[in-house]
């Protein structure tokens, strides 16, 4: 699949458990924050952004909290289901272009959604 | 409504070769962007359309790298010769909203085209 060679980071939790997933990133001057998923043979699946004037945003069972204080960025996902079993990315945006312009990915966690 | 189609979705070539990919993005999106990942690397931009002008391509990686997007709609993306190290997927996403915009709206990622130098 896609992820040979990357050896992604890899975390297993049992159904039902909720997730956290973690991201640091390292420009201090990014002001946008985007958690994609990607499942096998997909491209990235958009879930939930936030800009850099808030610390908390909340979607569907996800919840984004940044912190910028120490340039990190996490991804809670409550009472897992399998179909969250993916690849998650944050990813960063310097300026306001908006949608995807020049977004720096990170390296991606799997998440293993266990019966 | 159809999402970001890309095609081929998988490519296999010969280094030196040229090969075009093709995406089609969401109907009536002014924003069209290209991503690749090289294996073993991160997801990286290269660049960014609004309607068929670039609007921002600091990621295309060299002059082999050629992206058009003529009439505003589908855009192509050719590698021209292809390179061993080209291999990856390449992604093709594409947003609403005029690029200049301060809102950031959701962009729509195509499934992606493998490509595979050899």
């Known amino acids: 699949g896609e992820s040979v060679g990357l050896h992604l980071p890899t975390l297993s939790v049992q159904e039902g458990d909720n997730s956290i997933i973690n991201c640091a990133y390292s420009n201090s001057a990014s002001d946008y924050f985007i958690w994609y998923k990607q499942e096998s043979g997909k491209g990235p699946q958009f879930i939930i952004d936030i800009r850099s004037n808030m610390d908390k945003r909340q979607g569907q069972r996800v919840t984004v909290l940044l912190n910028k204080t120490v340039k990190h960025l996490s991804l809670q996902i409550a009472a897992t289901q399998p179909g969250d079993s993916a690849v998650y990315f944050c990813?960063?945006?310097?300026?306001?272009?908006?949608?995807?312009?020049?977004?720096?990915f990170g390296k991606g966690t799997h998440l293993i959604i266990q019966p | 409504e159809a999402g970001v189609t890309q095609f081929p979705s998988h490519s296999v070539i010969e280094k030196g070769q040229t090969v075009t990919l093709r995406c089609d993005p969401i109907s009536g999106h002014d924003n069209l962007y290209w991503y690749r990942r090289v294996m073993g690397k991160e997801i990286k931009f290269l660049l960014h359309f609004v309607k068929e002008s670039k609007q921002d391509e600091s990621g295309m990686p060299n002059n082999r790298f050629l992206a058009e997007r003529t009439g505003g709609t589908y855009s192509t993306l050719k590698v021209q010769p292809a390179e061993l190290e080209d291999s990856g997927v390449y992604f093709c996403a594409s947003s609403q909203g005029p690029g200049q915009s301060l809102m950031n709206t959701e962009a729509f990622f195509g499934q992606g085209t493998r490509l595979t130098v050899v």
């Open positions: 990813a960063e945006n310097i300026g306001s272009g908006g949608g995807a312009d020049g977004l720096t």
